[in-house]
Nanobody
């Protein structure tokens, strides 16, 4: 599966942004999907994930209540709605995929497929 994230940009603190991840190749609906991010000078970290049926999601504590992950299997697209953005949300955001299961690990090494990232900058 090939992945491409887009939708990043510059936003003021408290603002909102929606990221999208377009998938091509093998059947999108057979993959679990996730968002990770890499802040400047830091390691890549887990943000959120969703299983192939959309019935189970997982969020990092730092984004719970502010970010919402979703997917449209008819459009082969993953989304991340980000509200109440903070300067510490500034990072390159990546989408990732792994085979369908009821597991949503937060370890990036367990996600084999990655797209190019999109930059999100939260600043006044």
């Amino acid at each position: 599966v090939q992945l491409q994230a887009f939708g990043g940009g510059l936003v003021q603190p408290g603002g909102s942004l929606r990221l999208s991840c377009a998938a091509s190749g093998r059947t999108f609906s057979s993959y679990n999907m996730a968002w990770f991010r890499q802040p400047p000078g830091k390691e890549r970290e887990f943000v959120s994930a969703i299983i192939w049926t959309r019935s189970i999601t997982n969020y990092a504590d730092s984004v719970k209540g502010r970010f919402t992950i979703s997917r449209d299997n008819t459009k082969n697209t993953l989304y991340l709605q980000m509200n109440s953005l903070k300067p510490e949300d500034t990072a390159i955001y990546y989408c990732a995929a792994r085979g369908s299961s009821y597991s949503l690990p937060t370890n990036s090494a367990t996600w084999p497929y990655w797209g190019r990232g999109t930059q999100v900058t939260v600043s006044s």
